[in-house]
C-alpha cells in the first residue's frame, strides 16, 4: 500500500515537520509506503 500526504495551497506549519515525520515512520512500520509533497511546509 502507497498512502501520499499533501497540504492546501498555505501550506503546514514549520512546527508541524516533527509530527509528519513520527507519522511517516508509523505508518512505515506498518508496511504503508509514504510520500510527502515537497512543498507540504
Same mark, same amino acid.
Given at each position: 500500500?502507497?498512502?501520499?500526504?499533501?497540504?492546501?495551497?498555505?501550506?503546514?506549519?514549520?512546527?508541524?515537520?516533527?509530527? $509528519?515525520?513520527?507519522?511517516?515512520?508509523?505508518? $512505515?512500520?506498518?508496511?504503508?509506503?509514504?510520500?510527502?509533497?515537497?512543498?507540504?511546509?
Amino acid at each position: 500500500m502507497k498512502v501520499g500526504i499533501v497540504a492546501c495551497s498555505n501550506g503546514q506549519r514549520k512546527e508541524w515537520k516533527e509530527q $509528519n515525520e513520527q507519522l511517516v515512520d508509523v505508518l $512505515n512500520i506498518m508496511g504503508i509506503e509514504t510520500v510527502l509533497s515537497p512543498h507540504i511546509m
